[in-house]
């Protein structure tokens, strides 16, 4: 067929649109009114007794606030919430939780803001990488109004680092220092993250500031701040890497707190000490160690790893060699926990999204605001956080219950007699 024969065709403007988007975006605000609706009778029939002198009743419905935008994943979705009228006069008012007063963005776009910070885009750019992602209709979100947020956000980062602690009580605890490439003056900055788990299982984000790389004295600072708000209980056992500045204020705050040094940052350390030919022989080694089911077994497989590398690659092994008895301190605790105390991965999941990806700008971020971003991403993060596998066996720590390879002393014997 020549090409003569070809017919063009032009898409009109108005089907340029993504039209599954304004779907989306039409199905949300009907699902939106209905789930508004909802409410508001619920709030009626929980009022419908109460009646004036005329047997009428007191509260009933009187119209509609003025229609509003509210920024959600798929754009700019209008609502309009319904008004009460309270005759009675005892101050009755119709507040949705769904859509409560002044929400003008959805907690996705809320988590989606200090993530774009930390990437390094500029203020001013923000509404044209939103409208790239949630459409041209992206309303709200001018320079002033993040400045606004991130006052909001700062504020937010103050008054959690000063909450009460004294009726907290937390089992385990795993401290890194995170280094971000974000846009900061102070390049030697770095986040020191603690987090930690109660006694019903459930994680949680127990302190965060920032610190000069990770000395000792920054730690201390934070783990004597810890204690000063109530948080006297020493944890059973703190989970980090070799930094000795963590280590040391450690043993300064919480002596009683026995350690457990992190096997993937040991296994990194030890690893940037090798060839890359002889990398993975002695990588399975390192695996063959932490894996065994007995600290018996354990000590045969360090000996033996130690005993074949030693002669070529001293520095390697003596790195793994230092932290021996503290690398095993996991085999005192339930075994259902040992893959949640070896490593340090549940702070280093929480920061993968963002870490070492953000972009450094002539304009550099403040210290304050950088560590509110960081903050914001981190508690967004917690509310998806699950509990620890076997949390049941908690308070079994907490009550000093021995356990010998991860079976309970009592378990153990009973096995041994049969």
Known sequence: MGNDSVIQFKQPAEFISDSLTELLKNGAQQLIAEAVKKELATLLEKHQDKRLEDGKAAVIRNGYLPERDVQTGVGSVKVRIPKVRDRSGSGIKFNSELIPPYLKRSKNMEEFLPWLYLRGISTGDFNESLSVLFGEQTKGLSASTISRLKQAWEAEHKEWSERDLSLKRYVYIWADGIHFNVRSDESKQCMLVIIGVLDN??????????GYRESEQSWYEMLVDLRQRGLDNAPELAVGDGALGWWKALSKAYPQTRQQRCWVHKTANVLNKLPKSVQPKVKDCLH?????????????????????????????????????????????YPAIHWQHIRSTNVIESTFAT?????????????????????????????????????????????????????????????????
């Open 288 to 332: 063959d160690i932490w894996m065994a089911e007995t600290r018996g077994d354990a000590y045969r497989a360090f000996d033996n790893a130690v005993q074949r590398f030693a002669d070529k690659y001293p520095k390697a092994m003596n790195c793994l060699s230092k932290d021996k008895d503290k690398l095993l301190a996991f085999y005192d």
């Open 354 to 418: 963002v870490r070492h990806r953000t972009k450094k700008s002539k304009n550099c971020g403040s210290r304050k605001t950088n560590l509110a971003m960081a903050f914001k991403l981190s508690k967004c993060a917690e509310k998806r956080w699950r509990k620890i596998r076997g949390f049941k066996f908690l308070a079994e720590v907490v009550r000093g219950v021995k356990f010998i390879d991860g079976v309970k002393q009592a378990d153990q014997d009973n096995r041994e007699v049969a």
């Open 201 to 210: 299982g459930k994680k949680e984000l127990v302190a965060m500031d920032d």
